[in-house]
C-alpha cells in the first residue's frame, strides 16, 4: 500500500465557518512542530493535509482547537465502483483475526447514497476477512471502525480516526 496517506482535519461545527482561521492555525503548529507539508487544501467542509509525515502531522493538528476528528485517510474518486473496493482493500489491512467492525460512511454523493456504499462495503470487507472470523458490529459495539467521508469529487477511507478538541478555533 504505497498510494499516498493524506491528513483529513474534519472542523468542529463552530469553526465550519472559519476554515480559513484552521488553516492558517494549522500551517503555524505544523511550522512550529517542524513538520512538513507539500500543500493544505479544502474539499467541501474536509481540509486535507499532503504531509510528508502524515503520523506527526496529524498528531500536532489534534492539538489545535475547533477540529472535530483527524483523520489519515486514502483518497480516491467519489465513484461507486471505486470507493466499495478500496473499503474493502483498507478494512482487511487493518483488521485482526476474530474481530469486529464497523463501516461508517457519512457525506454526500451522486447517483447512490452513503447508505448504499456503507452495506456495499460491509459486504465487500465480509467477503475479504471471512476466513479471519473477523464480523460486522454495530455502532455502539465494534473493535474497528472504517470511516469514509463523501465530498463532491473525492472520497476519503480512513486508515486512522482519532476524536478532536472540538470548540472554536484561538484567534
Do not use: W
Not at 132 to 152: A, S, V
Amino acid at each position: 500500500m504505497n498510494e499516498p496517506a493524506f491528513v483529513v482535519v474534519f472542523p468542529s461545527i463552530f469553526a465550519k465557518n472559519k476554515k480559513n482561521l484552521l488553516v492558517s492555525n494549522i500551517k503555524k503548529i505544523l511550522k512550529i512542530q517542524n513538520q512538513q507539508y507539500s500543500k493544505i487544501t479544502i474539499d467541501d467542509d474536509l481540509i486535507i493535509i499532503d504531509a510528508n509525515d502524515p503520523v506527526f502531522a496529524s498528531s500536532a493538528i489534534n492539538l489545535l482547537f475547533g477540529i472535530d476528528q483527524v483523520s489519515i485517510a486514502r483518497r480516491v474518486e467519489n465513484k461507486f465502483n471505486v470507493v466499495v473496493p478500496l473499503i474493502g482493500k483498507i478494512g482487511a489491512n487493518l483488521l485482526l483475526k476474530g474481530e469486529t467492525f464497523y463501516v461508517k460512511v457519512e457525506g454526500r454523493a451522486s447517483g447512490y447514497l452513503p447508505k448504499d456504499v456503507e452495506i456495499a462495503g460491509t459486504s465487500s470487507l465480509i467477503e475479504k476477512v471471512v476466513d479471519m472470523e473477523c464480523r460486522p458490529g454495530t455502532e455502539q459495539k465494534h473493535d474497528k471502525l472504517i470511516h469514509c467521508y463523501l465530498t463532491g469529487k473525492n472520497a476519503y477511507v480512513s486508515i486512522f480516526l482519532e476524536k478532536g478538541h472540538g470548540g472554536i478555533p484561538y484567534d
